[in-house]
T-cell receptor, first 112, second 113 residues
Framework: QKEVEQDPGPLSVPEGAIVSLNCTYS??????FMWYRQYSRKGPELLMY????GNKEDGRFTAQVDKSSKYISLFIRDSQPSDSATYLC????????????FGKGTKLSVKP | EAQVTQNPRYLITVTGKKLTVTCSQN?????MSWYRQDPGLGLRQIYY???????DKGDVPEGYKVSRKEKRNFPLILESPSPNQTSLYFC????????????FGPGTRLTVT
């Protein structure tokens, strides 16, 4: 079983839809949970991060972490064509263990 | 402007011809890392550096070398490239202790024939 599993999609939704992106993981030692967004022909950029369990909201984006289920989610409300990108989940152990473990990414397309 | 730069952005080379991809950041970050991104495999870490003169292997280090002689620079060296190293390469950096917030360069697309 891979450490981080993410459905690669692609996922296509109409503008205005609520999008749900998910990852599962196997290592309970992960402490930080991130979502990176990668536009075509660009490097990934950090969208949101969560420390340990719980929810975090930033505008139209909500990140959720359920450590008991080893499951993280990213919700996008009122999706826009500009949200079309690949979304990568990532995790790390925190402290001196700085390396990120990435999911394979989900490609999202929001149609006008 | 705070950024991570990589050069070259595109490179086509032949098997066995040594090459270097440069990476530079202007944010005074301690942590730097190299990744390769391949379809179906995602982002995989090649090497990382916690600070000057401190480097360590990531998940896929075979066939690569790195050095960190200055804080801002972290070059990736392929001494004898092979076709299986054809990939999209990203350099990233972050402050120490904030490695969840990594800043990525624009990528280098390498083709080895």
């Amino acid at each position: 079983q891979k450490e981080v599993e993410q459905d690669p999609g692609p996922l296509s939704v109409p503008e205005g839809a609520i999008v749900s992106l998910n990852c599962t993981y196997s290592n309970s030692a992960f402490q930080y949970f991130m979502w990176y967004r990668q536009y075509s022909r660009k490097g990934p950029e950090l969208l949101m991060y969560t420390y340990s369990s719980g929810n975090k909201e930033d505008g139209r984006f909500t990140a959720q972490v359920d450590k008991s289920s080893k499951y993280i989610s990213l919700f996008i409300r009122d999706s826009q064509p500009s949200d079309s990108a690949t979304y990568l989940c990532a995790m790390n152990y925190g402290g001196s263990q700085g390396n990120l473990i990435f999911g394979k990414g989900t490609k999202l397309s929001v149609k006008p | 402007e705070a950024q991570v730069t990589q050069n070259p952005r595109y490179l086509i080379t032949v098997t066995g011809k040594k090459l270097t991809v440069t990476c530079s950041q202007n944010m005074n970050h301690e942590y730097m890392s190299w990744y390769r991104q391949d379809p179906g495999l995602g982002l995989r870490q090649i090497y990382y550096s916690m600070n000057v003169e401190v480097t360590d292997k990531g998940d896929v280090p075979e066939g690569y070398k790195v050095s960190r002689k200055e804080k801002r620079n972290f070059p990736l060296i392929l001494e004898s490239p092979s076709p299986n190293q054809t990939s999209l390469y990203f350099c990233a950096s972050s402050l120490a202790g904030v490695e969840y917030e990594q800043y990525f360069g624009p990528g280098t697309r390498l083709t080895v024939t």
